[in-house]
C-alpha cells in the first residue's frame, strides 16, 4: 500500500486504491473486492500491473491481482421493514441489476436515467424518476437495479423497496395500532432511497394517498431520491391524486418500450448464455421473431427450453422451440389473426362471398349471420376497437357490433351445433 501510495497522485489513490479490499490471499494470487462505484476496466487496465509490481517490489515475490466484485450480502438488500410492521418485507431480487440488463432503443433512455440516478444518489435532478410502461418490459429489474447499485456500494444507505401494494398494506395496519406518526417518522427519518414498484395501484386509495404525499414531501425536501414505476405515464395515472401527479412530474418521466427484433434476439442470447445453454442462431431468429410481447415470454422460453431439452434429454430443435412457443405465446395466435384472416374464413364457411359481409347492404338470411359471426370473432380474436369494426363492416355504428355480438353469443348459448360451428371456424383459425 504503502509503496503504491508513493507511486500514484493522492486522487488517483484515493479514489481508486483506497477502497480495494483483500477478499483471499494465497500464495501467488491476492483477490481484492471492487465496490461498484469503481470502473472495473479501467482499473484492470491502468493500475494491476502497477499493483503486482508494487506488491513485488515490497515483498520479493511476483503475485497475481484478480479483481472480484463484493457479493452482495443478503441482509444489505432486504429493505429494512417499518419496525411495527407484521408485513414481511419483500427482498431485492440481487439478479437484478445493470449488468444483467439488456439496452435496446426500448429502453435506453429509462435505463441511462436510471444508472444516473444511482451513481450520485439525491444529487440530479431526476427526483423522482418514473418509470413507466406495460408488463413484462423490465420497469421492476431497473428499480431495483439502483436498489441493488446503492447496496453493494458499501455506502451504508438505507434502500427500501415497497410496492405501492405493500404500502397500503402497512398503513391500514398502522392506522389499526395507532402508528401512522411511527410509519411516517420511520420513512422520513430512516430511508435515503425510496422504491415503490406499481405506483398505479394506490388508485382509490385516498388516504394512503395522503400519507404517501406528505411522506414523499419530506424525503423530497431532504433530497432523498425517490424512485416509482407505473403501468401509464403521470398524466394518464387515473384515480391518483392531481397534487401527487403533480409531484411525479417534477423530475424526470421515462418509458420503456416493447423491445424491437434486434433487441429480442440480444435477450435471448444473453439469457441462453447465463444458463450456459447452446442455442443455434436459426432458433434464435425464429424465437426472437415469434415472441413479440415481453421480455417476461422471452426468459420463459429460454427456461423452458433448457428444462424440455434436459427432461428430453434432448437437443435443441427448431421442433421443440417451436412447440415451446406455441405453449408460451399463444396470445401471439389470437393477435395474429387480422380481419382478413375472419371474413376470408367465414366467407368459405357459410359459402358467402367476402364482399357480401363487408358490404353496407342487409342481404339475406345468411350472409346477416355470417357478417354477424364475423364481427363476433373479430371482438373476441383482435384488439379491434367496436367502432373499427362497424367502420369495417360498411361503416355500421358500433351499437351494430355490440348487437351481432350478444346475438352470437346467445345464439351459440341455446344452440350447439351453432356453437360447434363457431367453435371449427375458430380451430381454424388458430391453426393458421
Ligand atoms: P415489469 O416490472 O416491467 O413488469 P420486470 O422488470 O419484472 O418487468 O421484467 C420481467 C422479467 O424480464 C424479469 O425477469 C427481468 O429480469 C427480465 N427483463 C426485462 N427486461 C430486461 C432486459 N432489458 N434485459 C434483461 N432482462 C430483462
Ligand atoms: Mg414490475
Redesign the pocket.
Known amino acids: 500500500m504503502t509503496a503504491l501510495k508513493s507511486k500514484l497522485s493522492q486522487d488517483v489513490f484515493e479514489r481508486f486504491i483506497k477502497p480495494l479490499k483483500p477478499l483471499s490471499i494465497m500464495d501467488f494470487e491476492i483477490t481484492l473486492s471492487v465496490p461498484v462505484q469503481i470502473d472495473f476496466d479501467q482499473l484492470s487496465k491502468a493500475y494491476r500491473g502497477l499493483i503486482e509490481l508494487s506488491y513485488c517490489e515490497a515483498n520479493g515475490r511476483e503475485i497475481t491481482i484478480k479483481f472480484e466484485r463484493p457479493s452482495i450480502n443478503q441482509a444489505q438488500l432486504a429493505s429494512p421493514a417499518f419496525p411495527f410492521s407484521s408485513i414481511p418485507t419483500m427482498q431485492i ?1 440481487p ?2 441489476t445493470f449488468d ?5 432503443s ?2 435506453q433512455f429509462a ?1 441511462s436515467a436510471s444508472m444516473a440516478v444511482a451513481k450520485d444518489l439525491g444529487g440530479t435532478k431526476f427526483n423522482p424518476l418514473l ?1 413507466y ?12 437495479a439502483i436498489g441493488n447499485y446503492i447496496a453493494s456500494s458499501g455506502a451504508g444507505k438505507v434502500v427500501r423497496y415497497v410496492t405501492s401494494e405493500m404500502f397500503y398494506r402497512e398503513f391500514v395496519e398502522s392506522i389499526q395500532h395507532n402508528k401512522i406518526t411511527e410509519l411516517s417518522n420511520y420513512y422520513r427519518n430512516e430511508v435515503d432511497l425510496l422504491l415503490m ?2 405506483v398505479q395501484f394506490l388508485r382509490g386509495k385516498d388516504r394512503t394517498q395522503e400519507e404517501f404525499f406528505h411522506i414523499f414531501n419530506a424525503l423530497h425536501q431532504l433530497h432523498k431520491q425517490i424512485v416509482l ?1 407505473s403501468d401509464s405515464p403521470p398524466n394518464k395515472l387515473e384515480g391518483l391524486e392531481d397534487r401527487l401527479i403533480s409531484r411525479f412530474q417534477w423530475g424526470l418521466f421515462v418509458d ?1 418500450q416493447p ?1 424491437d427484433r434486434e ?1 429480442r434476439e ?2 435471448l442470447q ?2 441462453a448464455q447465463k444458463l450456459n445453454l447452446f442455442i443455434s442462431q436459426e432458433i434464435l431468429s425464429f424465437l426472437a421473431e415469434s415472441i413479440e410481447d ?3 415470454q ?2 420463459g422460453a429460454i427456461r423452458q427450453l433448457l428444462m424440455q431439452s434436459s427432461l428430453k434429454k434432448s437437443d435443441i430443435t427448431l421442433d421443440l422451440a417451436r412447440e415451446i412457443v406455441a405453449r408460451t405465446a399463444p396470445s401471439r395466435r389470437s393477435r395474429t389473426i387480422g380481419a382478413d384472416d375472419i371474413t376470408d374464413i367465414v366467407s368459405q364457411y357459410f359459402t358467402v362471398e367476402v364482399n357480401k359481409i363487408l358490404e353496407r347492404g342487409r342481404g339475406t338470411k345468411e350472409v346477416a349471420q355470417a357478417r354477424q359471426v364475423a364481427m363476433f370473432l373479430m371482438k373476441e380474436l383482435t384488439s379491434a376497437s367496436l367502432k373499427t369494426i362497424g367502420k369495417r363492416f360498411g361503416d355500421r355504428d358500433h351499437s351494430t357490433v355490440v348487437h351481432a355480438v350478444k346475438t352470437i353469443e346467445r345464439a351459440m348459448e341455446e344452440d350447439n351445433s351453432f356453437k360447434n360451428s363457431v367453435d371449427g371456424i375458430i380451430s381454424q383459425l388458430n391453426k393458421r
Request: charged residues 20%.
Open positions: 431480487n439478479a437484478y444483467e440488463f439488456v439496452v435496446g426500448n429502453s435505463f418509470i410502461g406495460g408488463v413484462g418490459l423490465g420497469k421492476t429489474h431497473l428499480l431495483q414498484d406499481d414505476t420503456v423491445p433487441t440480444a435477450i444473453h439469457k415481453n421480455v417476461r422471452l426468459e
